[in-house]
């Protein structure tokens, strides 16, 4: 028997359902901890991310549309998916110099499983808790709608990797809201790896598209953007978070950037995470006399 | 009947096409680099050489109304955000029942052009007399310019002399009371003519046939300034680059064999500003060398002659402009959508 050659896999962005390479044509090289190439991925441009925000506008109708309860359920096969991928997952969080070792990256694995498990609990609950029946001096019945905000984009920090993406998406793709993440370029893989978690879990093309690049790169123009509708961010430098801050004021997205979070308590359960990326709709109907 | 009978005649049958080399030549165009002051230009061109085009059931007076506004003025902030006027379109594109409406919208001394489509557009399928009166009273209710729809059915059953007759029919149905002509343009839906022999086939035939009633009424060189069309934007696939080429390539050769100077409009699926300047590209290679007596420059590149059809291009347009001077990307709820 000759030698197998290595059947490696290349780590690709995933935009509109599709796995792409970077329009660029650039790659990241992904280093362990003693700085040997342990990979590559693919490095996003600002054109990537605009082809990812289109993706995302064209396919909030459609999720945004579908019922609470499905949405549970296609988050709830992403759980799935994940578990059965968590060798890999492991795998790609060790590899490179974010995590440690692999009883950690297998912790965070599994808290990222059971966050979005937690999220898909929420897909079909959070309208009851954040909804309302308002009372007035009248014969109206006066009720409170949450409803998705639109395109918001997820930008995460580079540690914990696996687990604040999770954290900071599954919150806003449980609403209703179709998402663009960006991975910071220190620690790819498990983002990359998570995007066939998705590609296999039923969601429809564009709700949820993952780039992997440079932070500093990209935040501007996700900033200044005008078709993105809100920002849940973690971790940013003190002058991405100002500029980030500055860029949003233009056409007043919601924004929310996380900083110290303790990524695996119950905090980051809270449907407090759910409801920045909500409008609040009243509606006024006449009661029966 | 003046005039005297055309003295060059094109060869019959039309010259066939390459299509492997046509799809390549197509390609090509596509991969120009088109940066900075020559994108703003290229798209400020694709502009003005709109056909802003709303063909719907459901059209109504007051969508109309919307449309001739943002014929007139495409972007009511461009000089808030782009620093100056924004060029109007060049035309209008409705059913006939509309033109009144695009007629007391655009006021008299209207700079944007009322396009009709007629003859039972899209299919085409109903009597020559309820085709030609369509026509008629387009015209008389103040269309500038007619799209007609080919009979595809007689085309493709090889009745060519019948498809000629019924365009030089409508050409004639276009002519006004005081002997000036509303422009036609002649829709060959290439979609479904299936070859691009047969396009070449279709496209000399009209070019012809509309070239006759010039002859005719003793029109001379450069002729009525009649256009070709490749769809009425209802059949898939529409407007495609090898398509427009291969009527390009019809229309520059009848200009070498007669001087007359025919117009071109693609329409339906030119969705993009970027595929609007791969379109200018092509214009520009095919029929930029070309000189006509009495234009200054290449009359194909002119709204006179070359036309996009097309609804949601104008938008996109506006957007890389916004874009262009900005530097932030731009949401769809920046732009009217009529």
Request: hydrophobic share 45%; proline share 6%; glycine share 8%.
């Amino acid at each position: 028997m000759p030698e197998r050659l290595d059947v490696l896999k290349t780590y690709k962005l995933f935009i509109d359902g599709k796995f792409p390479r970077s329009e660029s044509g650039r790659s990241i090289e992904v280093k362990d901890r003693k700085g040997s190439v342990v990979a590559h991925a693919s490095h996003a441009s600002r054109k990537d991310l605009r082809e990812a925000v289109e993706a995302a506008r064209r396919a909030f109708p459609g999720w945004s549309g579908s019922s609470a309860l499905l949405r549970g359920q296609i988050l709830y096969r992403a759980a799935e998916m994940m578990e059965g991928k968590r060798a890999e997952l492991a795998q790609a969080l060790t590899a490179g110099r974010g995590s440690t070792g692999s009883r950690q990256a297998q912790a965070e694995v599994s808290l990222a499983v059971d966050r979005l498990v937690h999220f898909a609990g929420w897909a079909d609950k959070f309208s009851q808790v954040l909804g309302c029946h308002n009372a007035v001096a009248g014969p109206y019945y006066n009720f409170t709608f949450a409803e998705p905000t639109g395109v918001v984009c997820v930008v995460c920090p580079p540690v914990p990797p696996l687990l604040s993406l999770i954290s900071l998406l599954a919150p806003v793709l449980c609403s209703g809201n179709t998402a663009v993440v960006i991975a910071d370029a220190a620690d790819p893989l498990s983002a990359a790896v998570l995007a066939e978690v998705i590609a296999t879990s039923d969601f429809p093309a564009g709700v949820c598209n993952i780039l992997t690049g440079d932070l500093d790169e990209l935040v501007p123009f996700v900033a200044t953007h005008r078709d993105i509708d809100g920002v849940h961010a973690a971790g940013l430098s003190g002058d991405l978070a100002k500029t980030l801050r500055a860029g949003v004021a233009e056409n007043i997205k919601r924004t929310v950037v996380h900083s110290e979070v303790e990524w695996d308590s119950a905090a980051c359960e809270s449907p407090w995470w759910i409801e920045p990326f909500l409008e609040m709709k009243t509606v006024w109907h006449p009661a029966s006399a | 009947m003046t005039g005297s009978p055309p003295d060059v005649m094109l060869p019959r049958p039309s010259v066939s096409v390459d299509a492997v080399m046509a799809a390549q030549r197509a390609a090509e165009f596509t991969k120009r680099s088109i940066k900075k002051d020559a994108k703003v230009a290229g798209l400020l061109m694709a502009l003005s050489m709109l056909d802003l085009t709303t063909l719907e059931g459901k059209d109504s007076v007051e969508k109309v109304r919307g449309l001739c506004r943002k014929a007139v003025r495409p972007w009511d902030r461009d000089e808030a955000v782009l620093g100056y006027r924004l060029p109007s379109v060049a035309a209008v594109c409705v059913y006939p029942a509309l033109v009144g409406t695009c007629v007391e919208a655009l006021g008299p001394d209207r700079r944007v052009k009322i396009a009709s489509v007629a003859t039972g557009f899209p299919s085409g399928q109903f009597p020559l007399e309820v085709r030609l009166d369509d026509t008629r009273r387009a015209v008389a209710d103040g269309a500038d310019e007619i799209d007609m729809v080919i009979n595809r059915g007689a085309f493709l059953a090889g009745r060519h002399d019948e498809v000629a007759d019924e365009i030089r029919e409508v050409k004639r149905a276009c002519r006004r009371e005081d002997g000036s002509f509303a422009h036609l343009k002649v829709i060959l839906e290439t979609g479904e003519l299936e070859t691009l022999d047969q396009v070449r086939r279709a496209s000399d035939l009209a070019i012809r046939a509309m070239a006759d009633v010039d002859f005719e009424t003793g029109i001379p060189a450069p002729g009525t300034p009649d256009f070709i069309k490749t769809s009425t934007g209802k059949v898939q696939p529409a407007a495609t680059m090898p398509v427009t080429l291969v009527m390009l390539e019809a229309i520059r050769e009848w200009h070498a064999a007669t001087g007359r100077v025919v117009g071109m409009k693609p329409a339906g699926g030119i969705r993009t500003a970027k595929q609007a300047l791969h379109y200018l590209v092509m214009v520009n290679e095919a029929l930029g060398p070309v000189r006509v007596d009495g234009f200054d420059g290449c009359p194909w590149l002119t709204p006179d002659y070359f036309r996009f059809g097309a609804s949601t291009l104008c938008n996109d347009i506006l957007r890389q402009l916004a874009w262009l001077k900005s530097g932030r990307y731009q949401a769809g709820y920046d732009f009217s959508e009529a």
